[in-house]
């Protein structure tokens, strides 16, 4: 006869009496999701630049005009001094003078930022005003869609001489321009987002007694404000397109002027670390509105979060 085994019988080792067992220590989903999101943010960025130092190495670019990142990044303190034209434009001393290059890339770095956060607010909010206005009112949608539907493909570029007209030189042609290329654009959204608004959600409303006006400001304007949101963080990468054609050509200093300063000197290396710089600085900014997104638009869905456990 053959005895199994049975599960109940089997040995076991009782704990130490008052010796709890101890178990590994987890870390919080919150800090697990943010750690991951940083190792394939690394992992993109690496293989970019793996892909980019294996043509160097392999001779397929040439150094001198595409310098490989180990170059033009180990290269900082060099490349810094020629981000004091903030000192020569405001003070119009030499090159020599004026802040460190760390102070002279932050004066930089945050003098183009603010132009790009001036020019989106002011776009923002006169092209959700004037779009909620045009489906609100009859006569102002008369007079204003036609010549906004005209000069919303005009590009930002053929503005520029109207801007330095205007403005001459400095911050406001620079912030006008960022304002005129996303304008007319928050503007057709804005009024694409009002048609699109569920109609269950208006009759509803009308049923339960709300006003014109308290069907917009309650129901309306919550309902297009996630997805304006989507276009405005879609604008942010366009107002840095066009803010750096206007610091070239209309701003003594910002990083634009850099990137021109480096293609009058030949200087790849400066370009391609003021464009890391861009990069950077555009990425932050993208991260700012995600969370501002996040915390102000609670009860609007995550995009891929939401719909990744399908």
């Known amino acids: 006869m053959t005895i199994e085994p049975s599960h109940s019988a089997a040995i076991r080792i009782p704990a130490a009496a008052g010796v709890a067992p101890q178990r590994a220590p987890r870390l919080p989903p919150?800090?697990?999701?943010?750690?991951q999101k940083v190792f394939w943010a690394c992992l993109s960025l690496g293989l970019f630049a793996g892909i980019w130092e294996f043509c160097w190495a392999a001779g397929w670019a040439d150094p001198k005009l595409l310098p490989p990142p180990h170059i033009f990044l180990g290269d900082i303190v060099d490349q810094a001094k020629f981000f004091n034209?903030?000192?020569?434009?405001?003070v119009g001393v030499g090159q020599d003078a004026g802040p460190s290059p760390a102070m002279a890339i932050l004066y930089t770095v945050l003098a183009t930022t603010g132009r790009v956060f001036a020019g989106l607010a002011i776009a923002a909010m006169l092209g959700i005003s004037v779009g909620i206005a045009v489906r609100y009112f009859l006569p102002v949608e008369r007079l204003i869609l036609p010549t906004v539907t005209l000069l919303a493909p005009v590009s930002p570029i053929a503005w520029l001489p109207v801007a330095?007209?205007?403005f001459g030189i400095?911050?406001?042609?620079?912030?006008?321009?960022?304002?005129i290329a996303l304008l007319f654009h928050m503007i057709l959204a804005t009024i694409t987002q009002v048609d699109g608004v569920n109609r269950n959600f208006i009759n509803v409303a009308r049923t339960m007694g709300a006003s014109k006006r308290q069907t917009y400001s309650r129901v309306i304007i919550p309902a297009i404000l996630p997805q304006l949101f989507v276009v405005l963080r879609f604008n942010l990468f366009g107002a840095w397109m066009v803010v750096l054609v206007a610091e070239a050509t209309g701003v003594g200093y910002g990083l634009?002027?850099?990137?021109?300063?480096?293609?009058?000197t030949f200087n790849p290396s400066?370009?391609?670390?003021?464009?890391?710089?861009i990069g950077l600085l555009g990425f932050g900014c993208d991260w700012v509105m995600r969370q501002m997104q996040r915390k102000l638009l609670y009860w609007a869905p995550q995009g891929a979060e939401s719909l990744r456990g399908l």
Request: avoid cysteine; aromatic fraction near 12%.
């Open 85 to 90: 034209t903030v000192s020569r434009w405001q």
């Open 256 to 264: 634009g002027q850099v990137i021109m300063l480096g293609r009058n």
């Open 164 to 166: 330095i007209f205007l």
């Open 30 to 35: 919150a800090l697990v999701q943010a750690g």
């Open 170 to 179: 400095g911050n406001k042609p620079a912030i006008f321009m960022v304002v």
């Open 270 to 277: 400066l370009v391609f670390f003021t464009i890391v710089l």
